[in-house]
């Protein structure tokens, strides 16, 4: 800067003091329109008053303009402070560090600032609360058969944090598990999409979503419909930042959490003005500026009562299936008919209260099928058939082949082992025949088989 251009400069501030009876303070701040967060915060910033002094600003939009030159020429201009919703590139942040001008960095720490004790500060989202909010939010609209979040790209620390509070949410209402969605690089695009579709469709259904933010939730939207999967007859899903232009125009409308970016704009202004009214060193100080409300649309609402009633009959199977259960039970469990347990089923789920139930039973036999070397008649037992026959004839119709032949299957393709016990050498000789029923050591007892064994054997 030229001495004509310093010697303007300190004329014209003089004379606009003599004018209106105030000084000026030069406060640069940067900040990306692109965002309604940048926004807000900026709205927040211009709202503050300092009593005698009226803000001047400066506004660097992109890392480009964020530059060496950039900030050795606003020293020269006279720039009284710094508000950084982003930062530039290291040697940037080492000359802002070391000039000792009032630095406000909202978001995430910077160790190079941190150099500094006696001019910066630290304004942010009080991302623990934001988390915790959509927990609160999600659970008060009904019983969810799962839960999960989506997070922004990694290295985004708001993200973890608001994860962590979500969990931590749900843990405490006995939701145990939380599924999570990882974003593929870049954010939005083929893969990416074509991968949360994926994850949305393996939620158990009804699911309750939250997003890291609206730009994430809006990834979900899409991916939902690619997916097939309704929202939010089956996916309740809720967002952050609350961005009007995205949350309205979507298609279900988004429901959003609405920041404090506001708030934080002024906390940002009077945290600048502490510093500068500051001689003593205070350290780093941290401003935590908590949510103030969920922005309900139609991307999420209460569960109806018949989603309700599926749900509650659903827990209830899963709790019972391995004991007998019968549709009858689970009628006089809800003290509804089996009439509309029925057709309430089919609108939701698509099947029969029955189909449900066995439904259940064969993902338990599954499992045990694959990891263990029970016989058939105990796996059946254990998992609630009356009789090992109605298991080998249920199997073979679903999956196209018997017991016996899906593990045999199974270990040549992938060297399975059993998880359940080892098979000593007088048993290896009926596994090798595929006659996995009795694979389990022979008692004496067990010597010779009744005829309605034989029969069973012949049938697997």
Not at 26 to 45: E, N, P, Q, T, Y
Not at 142 to 170: C, M, N, Q, T, W
Not at 269 to 280: D, N
Not at 444 to 458: A, Q, T, W, Y
Request: include cysteine; glycine fraction near 8%; hydrophobic fraction near 35%.
């Amino acid at each position: 800067m030229s001495f004509f251009t310093r010697y303007f400069c300190c004329i014209s501030q003089r004379l606009y003091v003599r004018i209106y009876g105030m000084k000026t303070r030069l406060i640069i701040a940067s900040v990306k329109f692109d965002s309604i967060s940048g926004r807000d915060i900026l709205s927040g910033l211009f709202a503050y008053n300092e009593p005698g002094y009226r803000w001047r600003y400066r506004i660097i939009q992109t890392e480009e303009e964020f530059s060496t030159e950039t900030i050795q020429g606003l020293f020269d201009e006279g720039a009284d402070g710094f508000v950084l919703t982003f930062q530039g590139n290291a040697e940037c942040m080492r000359i802002l560090s070391e000039s000792g001008k009032p630095i406000v960095s909202l978001g995430a720490r910077s160790a190079i600032l941190n150099l500094n004790r006696q001019s910066v500060a630290y304004v942010k989202n009080d991302n623990k609360a934001i988390g915790r909010m959509g927990g609160e939010y999600l659970t008060s609209l009904g019983r969810f058969a799962s839960f999960g979040f989506i997070h922004s790209k990694p290295g985004f620390h708001f993200s973890e944090e608001r994860v962590a509070a979500f969990k931590s949410y749900l843990k405490k209402r006995n939701q145990e598990h939380c599924h999570e969605s990882m974003p593929l690089s870049p954010e939005g695009s083929e893969a990416d999409i074509s991968a949360l579709a994926e994850w949305i469709a393996s939620l158990p259904k009804p699911a309750a979503v939250m997003a890291a933010c609206d730009r994430r939730a809006m990834h979900a939207i899409a991916a939902a419909k690619r997916a097939g999967v309704k929202i939010p007859d089956q996916m309740s899903l809720l967002g952050v930042d609350n961005d009007e232009l995205l949350a309205e125009n979507s298609e279900p409308p988004l429901s959003s959490i609405l920041p404090g970016h506001f708030e934080m704009g002024l906390s940002a202004a009077r945290e600048l003005v502490r510093i500068l009214s500051s001689k003593k060193s205070s350290g780093h100080k941290t401003v935590l500026t908590p949510p103030n409300k969920v922005v309900e649309r139609e991307s999420t609402a209460p569960l109806t009562p018949a989603l309700t009633l599926v749900l509650r009959a659903k827990a209830f199977i899963t709790a019972r299936s391995a004991k007998g259960l019968t549709v009858q039970e689970v009628v006089r469990h809800l003290g509804c008919s089996r009439n509309l347990l029925d057709l309430r089923f089919k609108e939701i789920e698509g099947i029969t209260v029955h189909a449900a139930i066995e439904n259940t039973r064969m993902k338990s036999v599954m499992h045990l099928v694959e990891t263990t070397n029970r016989p058939v008649a105990a796996i059946a037992s254990q998992c609630g058939f009356k009789s090992p026959n109605r298991l080998t004839h249920l199997f073979k119709q679903r999956f196209g082949k018997s017991i016996r032949d899906w593990r045999t299957s199974g270990r040549s393709a992938c060297g399975h082992k059993s998880t359940e016990m080892k098979v000593p050498v007088c048993a290896a000789h009926s596994i090798a025949g595929g006659d996995s029923s009795h694979g389990a050591p022979l008692r004496k007892s067990e010597g010779k088989k009744s005829p309605r064994e034989r029969k069973c054997r012949k049938r697997q």
